[in-house]
RNA sequence: GUGGUUGUAGCUCAGUUGGUUAGAGCGCCUGAUUGUGGUUCAGGAGGUCGUCGGUUCGAGACCGAUCUUCCACCCCA
């Protein structure tokens, strides 16, 4: 009768040495948020459908994971729909409630909610995982964390400079070097469009304009005027496409593009505020690139735009993203509430890291010394031992049953036990304990004081 | 949501045009060795071939459905 278990698909089981190592990803993003001095929250892991729905456009409405009613919900389910087939019409009627789908929005909703009690600017950081009804593939997961840093209440740029900082203070830390951090400005998207007669069409312009690395300038010429975009709104696109080089010199070449648009002249300003910081402030490995091709989380982004995409030559999708949402708070009824904040991708960093073998050897914490049982005398004179060894920080513990000696040592080979504490009728007559290091064979009948010692080298 | 791909022992994989009791390496268990693991030697256990259905005298192999894996698209961390 026993059923071959699994897990659904998306989802993944993590051993300790994966543990270990996501660990160190968190410690490492969590320790560098709170050096720039934000502060932690928590949101529940499903919200109301409402706070959730209609947020991400509608491609994140169908990857947003609805949670059926409980008790007799089709009782109450909207029957017309249910005539017609409807999902998305009878949806409503029976589920109410949603997993998260990332963080920025539960977290608009949490400063909304909580606002009298909030001080402003507000620096938060949340590191607990999202959901969505994706099709995996390389890594795309429907279970994944995501470690957002937002501050709300401030229309400074100098957030923007921090935030980059802040990535390239992680990607240092974590001996990721080599990331680029692109940036781009959705005021310059709307310039364009508006420059080229498509201002009506933003969203689809610029989710054509973000495949110009990946299909071709003629590819995107084409699915631009299929989707109504004029011929001579996208010829007077050329100058773009052959955009490039340096920060400042695609600065000023947006400059003759753009110089018809006001919103789009305040993007380049923006940008070569922060460029200029940058500059002056210097970062220890990522680099920093204009890219105006990135056009990301239209639906609620209105000044900068970053994505992280990781070292060349590591086939991966971006490993960070973020930017900045003056209204973000709006739709829930707080007007005038600029935030501006980062996600980094803890599941495809961990695939980076992992690709690159640059995990740490000691991440793994594992048990320094395993003590052999004889019996129970033994035993009880080996915990007073064990005792010493925590109390000085030393990983100890005792194998649970007088097992056969061959039975322990491969214990302790496998959970590759760096050393092993052998105390029988002998040595507790005696006082001393023999330690066999178990990498080199060798072994040698000590003090405890002697043990400590040499263990903790 | 669209297209493709994968599934055989705990793991990595063989398995000829459909033909007897489905194999290998590694791992695992027992012993050589009752206070010594990692090496060696001897022996051993372990598979309803993802699942359900169909074709056939006969299916691990062919067909269908479904689940799963990985990949691309859409979109995204």
């Keep these: 009768m026993a059923q071959k278990p699994s897990i659904p698909k998306g989802t993944r089981d993590f051993n300790p040495e994966q543990v270990a190592k996501r660990n160190y990803i968190f410690n490492t993003i969590r320790g560098a948020f709170e050096t720039f001095?934000?502060?932690?929250i928590e949101t529940p892991s499903f919200e109301n459908?409402?706070?959730?729905?209609?947020?991400?456009?509608?491609?994140?409405?169908?990857?947003?994971?609805?949670?059926?009613?409980?008790?007799?919900?089709?009782?109450?389910?909207?029957?017309?729909?249910?005539?017609?087939?409807?999902?998305?019409?009878?949806?409503?009627?029976?589920?109410?409630?949603?997993?998260?789908?990332?963080?920025?929005?539960?977290?608009?909703?949490?400063?909304?909610?909580?606002?009298?009690?909030?001080?402003?600017?507000?620096?938060?950081?949340?590191?607990?995982?999202?959901?969505?009804?994706?099709?995996?593939?390389?890594?795309?997961?429907?279970?994944?964390?995501?470690?957002?840093a937002d501050v709300v209440g401030s229309k400074s740029l100098w957030q923007e400079v921090e935030f980059i900082q802040l990535y390239d203070t992680v990607f240092s830390k974590l001996q990721l070097e080599g990331v680029t951090i692109k940036i781009n400005n959705r005021k310059i998207l709307s310039g364009i469009a508006e420059v080229i007669g498509a201002s009506n069409k933003?969203?689809?312009?610029?989710?054509?304009?973000d495949k110009l690395d990946k299909i071709g300038?003629?590819?995107?010429?084409?699915?631009?005027?299929?989707?109504?975009?004029?011929?001579?709104?996208?010829?007077?696109?050329?100058?773009?496409?052959?955009?490039?080089?340096?920060?400042?010199?695609?600065?000023e070449s947006l400059k003759t593009i753009l110089s018809t648009s006001n919103e789009g002249l305040k993007g380049i300003e923006e940008?070569?505020?922060?460029?200029?910081?940058?500059?002056?402030?210097?970062?220890?490995?990522?680099?920093?690139?204009?890219?105006?091709?990135?056009?990301?989380?239209?639906n609620y982004y209105t000044g900068a735009i970053f994505e992280v995409a990781a070292p060349k030559g590591v086939k991966m999708g971006s490993i960070g993203g973020g930017g900045r949402y003056d209204d973000l708070t709006g739709i829930f009824g707080l007007k005038d509430v600029s935030g501006v904040g980062i996600s980094f991708g803890l599941d495809r960093i961990y695939l980076v890291l992992e690709e690159l073998n640059l995990f740490p050897e000691a991440v793994n914490k594992n048990i320094e010394v395993l003590f052999i049982n004889f019996g129970d005398n033994e035993a009880l004179f080996s915990l007073k031992a064990i005792n010493k060894l925590r109390a000085n920080g030393i990983?100890?513990?005792?194998?649970?049953?007088?097992?056969?000696?061959?039975?322990?040592?491969?214990?302790?080979?496998?959970?590759?036990?760096?050393?092993?504490?052998?105390?029988?009728?002998?040595?507790?007559?005696?006082?001393?304990?023999?330690?066999?290091?178990m990498v080199t064979g060798t072994q040698d009948k000590i003090e405890l004081e002697q043990l400590i010692e040499t263990v903790k080298k």
Excluded at 396 to 423: C, G, S, T, W
């Design 395 to 437: 990983n100890a513990e005792l194998y649970p049953d007088a097992a056969k000696m061959k039975k322990q040592m491969m214990h302790a080979n496998k959970r590759n036990i760096p050393f092993v504490v052998l105390v029988g009728e002998e040595e507790i007559n005696s006082n001393t304990y023999t330690l066999k290091n």
């Design 37 to 40: 001095g934000f502060q932690p």
């Design 271 to 298: 940008l070569a505020f922060i460029d200029n910081a940058i500059t002056a402030l210097g970062l220890k490995t990522a680099t920093l690139q204009l890219d105006v091709t990135l056009a990301r989380g239209l």
């Design 202 to 209: 933003l969203i689809d312009f610029t989710v054509a304009l």
């Design 217 to 251: 300038e003629d590819k995107v010429k084409e699915e631009m005027l299929s989707k109504g975009i004029a011929q001579e709104g996208i010829d007077k696109l050329q100058p773009l496409f052959s955009l490039s080089g340096s920060f400042d010199s695609q600065i």
């Design 49 to 148: 459908s409402d706070t959730l729905m209609g947020k991400y456009g509608d491609e994140g409405d169908r990857l947003i994971f609805k949670i059926l009613n409980s008790g007799d919900y089709l009782n109450k389910a909207n029957t017309d729909a249910y005539e017609e087939k409807d999902s998305n019409k009878l949806t409503p009627s029976i589920s109410e409630k949603a997993l998260r789908y990332d963080l920025t929005v539960p977290f608009a909703r949490y400063v909304v909610q909580h606002q009298n009690d909030i001080e402003f600017p507000f620096k938060r950081y949340q590191i607990q995982p999202v959901w969505r009804a994706d099709r995996p593939q390389k890594g795309r997961f429907r279970e994944f964390y995501q470690c957002d």
